[in-house]
């Protein structure tokens, strides 16, 4: 069985948001966030919630369960980069795959299932969703990309340039949903993808 774990950003400003993303509510009576660690806990992945010191107070609003583990990244204004390492400090000491989610990319337990699978079959560095030919988030990474990760910065595009670097190793697994392309930055962003975007159907 490959032991994932997850590392679910939510160190952003949330500035074109406008409030905390980590505390929207998102189809049920979960938070976003909480709706997340649901997700992934659905199939046996170990989510790691990265806060920030600014939003660690919402931890009791966000309805953070207990089965995450949480972290405060205490400079995020360094950028992405720096709270993905931080998340990276967390890692349990055995695992063999890592999502490297965010808070504004919701996804159903059936794309996580899915792109497990296709590990399991494939065993690539890198496997990807995807939706009508455009790729999605978010990316299951290999422990052997492990020394890459630990050395990406911001200035060389960080996470974008490893997958970059290893486009001829990356899986891509169609899905039957556009929940994969998610990206809730805005209001309006948050607004549509509630009124129109279906989940993947529940896991068999």
């Known amino acids: 069985m490959v032991r994932a774990v997850a590392i679910i950003l939510a160190a952003g400003m949330s500035s074109r948001m406008g409030q905390c993303k980590a505390t929207l509510p998102w189809r049920t009576d979960l938070t976003l966030l909480a709706y997340q660690i649901q997700e992934f806990r659905t199939v046996d992945v170990v989510p790691i919630v990265v806060l920030g010191a600014h939003n660690a107070h919402l931890r009791q609003a966000a309805n953070i369960p207990s089965t995450a583990c949480v972290t405060i990244n205490p400079t995020p204004s360094q950028g992405k980069v720096s709270s993905i390492f931080q998340g990276l400090r967390c890692l349990p000491e055995q695992w063999d795959v890592v999502f490297i989610s965010a808070v504004d990319q919701p996804r159903s337990a059936k794309v996580y299932r899915q792109l497990l699978n296709a590990y399991e079959r494939h065993g690539t ?3 990807l969703p995807s939706y009508q030919q455009r790729a999605g988030h978010p990316p299951l990474l290999s422990r052997s990309l492990l020394p890459q990760l ?10 974008r340039h490893v997958m970059k670097m290893h486009r001829d190793s990356t899986h891509y697994v169609t899905m039957d949903t556009a929940e994969v392309l998610l990206d809730l930055n805005t209001p309006g962003q948050y607004n549509q993808a509630i009124n129109t975007i279906r989940p993947s159907r529940a896991l068999d």
């Open 150 to 159: 630990t050395g990406m910065s911001d200035e060389t595009n960080g996470l």
């Open 125 to 127: 560095r890198i496997t």
